[in-house]
């Protein structure tokens, strides 16, 4: 019966999100792989995907708080669109790769520009604990007819910073995961950020750069995949 089922509905509010992927073996990250996000941070567009990494201490779920590094002056949100493997991906195809994939769900891959330019390196700067939250849900390929034409936004604190199209993307899903297992196998769960468009904080011109505090709530909503919400703790 509708009524007694209803008994047994939470609301939202009552529920605590982890991250839809707890335990992936690799975490890996590209730059630069919007058009308009190079042209704002004064980068030239890259012939082959930037790779990074996140380990896996940096997951959190819709919800959680994201801390600020001791001593971080300069941290930034990057909303993007996450890709997570459901099969063995190596040497595959651009034709054949999305068949490989288990869902997609908004990612936000918090930033420590002050660690993360600190060195030629950014891995510091990239991975500190919950600096990739993802979520709240996945969303299934047949829900998402095309990765490639998603509108993807970031507010912090309602203020919206980033308003683009997947369409903008240099590297499409499929080419990143062609390319990526060319070199290392992709494995069931593998998390594939697939990099950030115009908006952040690191694009805006010196005097007038504003960066993420304590206090701070920014969310990030992919078309059709619902929206991820963190406050800064």
Known sequence: DWFDIREHILAEDDLAFAAPVLDPEKI???????????????????????LFSKFRNALAGHGQGVPVPAGVRQLDYEGELAVVMGRRAAGVAPEEALSLVFGYAPANDFSARDLQFATSQ????????????????????????????????????GELRQDAVTSDMIFSCAALIAYISRYLPLKPGDVILTGTPAGVVLGQPRESRVW????????VEVEGLGRLTNPVV
């Open 122 to 157: 950014w891995l510091l700067g990239k991975t500190c604990d919950r600096f990739c939250p993802l979520g709240p849900f996945l969303t299934t390929p047949d829900e998402v007819p095309d990765p490639g034409n998603l509108r993807l936004r970031t507010w912090v604190n």
């Open 28 to 50: 890996i990250c590209i730059g630069l792989n919007y058009r308009q996000h190079a042209a704002e941070t004064g980068g030239t567009p890259p012939a082959v995907p930037i």
């Open 212 to 219: 993420l505090c304590k206090g701070d709530v920014v969310s």
